[in-house]
């Protein structure tokens, strides 16, 4: 027993040895701290991704065949900021903490952390739907619209959540595995994968440039569907993918064991196959469009 103890903390302590340690990077998860008011960059993440998102919702909207005009995608940034909150919020105590349920409080203290991308994306389709049916607009046109700019949001939150040392990875002995302070209660703090990171680059990076290029590059924009179907099945591939790699959240992982998938994989499933049907049935929603903002009418 004392020896297989010791050959365990030896193999964590030489999994740590030589690899980054996330208290070297010099990262404090407060951006702005004036003593009575403390601006976090998760915070900031949250901001950037509305604003940018809705800056580059813009310049999809000067071109031809827009499903909207720009005074409908100012009022959706007061819908998408609601909905992203409140259904970030709600859909984390849901999902991932429903003790919380409990102590109603705790469910306000938005700044102690705690959001769910799933929820988030629910409240943001609740506002969209909400908008159109206000102005008489094509619901799932907007959808295809505001899932462009959504890539935006996620690579921002998840360097946030990189920058909070927080949601790491598995141990790992990849030269590029970094020490996470506080990971093991009363033990060793072995080198982990920075799946924040990870996910960063696959739900920000590669899945904007694939809706970058099937919006300027192709048709996809008049096939209702089309892009929020790759937006669907691009994060819900991605998010499946890094789970493998990543710690499941400490209060899931019973959960995680006895299902076999962590909860965010479980979640990305009815997005995957959501996004497979709305591309494979894109093509026949295909009709004349005639633009709210633009000049040229397409067909």
């Known amino acids: 027993m004392i020896l297989s103890t010791l050959a365990a903390a030896t193999g964590e302590l030489g999994m740590a040895a030589g690899h980054i340690r996330y208290s070297d990077l010099g990262l404090d998860p407060v951006a702005l701290n004036l003593g009575f008011f403390q601006l976090k960059w998760y915070s900031l993440a949250y901001i950037a991704g509305i604003l940018i998102g809705w800056w580059y919702l813009l310049k999809l909207l000067d071109q031809p065949g827009a499903p909207m005009a720009r005074r409908h995608a100012d009022d ?3 819908y998408a900021t609601l909905g992203i909150i409140l259904g970030g919020r709600i859909g984390y105590v849901l999902f991932y903490a429903p003790e919380m349920i409990l102590d109603p409080i705790k469910i306000l203290r938005l700044w102690d952390g705690g959001m769910s991308f799933h929820g988030g994306a629910i409240g943001t389709m609740v506002g969209i739907i909400l908008l159109s049916r206000k102005h008489g607009l094509n619901w799932l046109r907007v959808h295809d619209y505001v ?12 360097l946030a959540n990189f920058v909070n040392g927080e949601l790491w990875g598995r141990p790992s002995d990849v030269p590029w595995a970094i020490v996470f302070p506080r990971t093991v209660a009363g033990g060793l703090d072995p080198a982990r994968h920075p799946s924040q990171l990870y996910e960063a680059g696959l739900e920000g990076l590669l899945l904007g440039l694939v809706l970058w290029f099937l919006f300027w ?3 996809a924009r008049y096939q209702p569907g089309k892009l929020v179907g790759a937006f669907l099945l691009g994060y819900g591939l991605s998010r499946f993918f890094v789970e493998f790699w990543r ?10 064991q006895a299902t076999g998938l962590h909860m965010g994989q479980w ?3 009815p997005m995957i196959a959501g996004g497979i049907y709305l591309i494979a049935t894109a093509k026949k929603r295909r009709v004349r469009v005639e633009p709210i903002a633009g000049t040229e009418s397409v067909a």
């Open 267 to 269: 979640l990305t499933l």
């Open 217 to 219: 590059k192709t048709d």
């Open 247 to 256: 710690e499941p959240d400490a209060q899931l992982v019973a959960f995680a």
């Open 76 to 78: 959706f940034v007061f």
């Open 147 to 158: 899932a462009c700019c959504a890539p935006f949001g996620l690579f921002f939150g998840r």
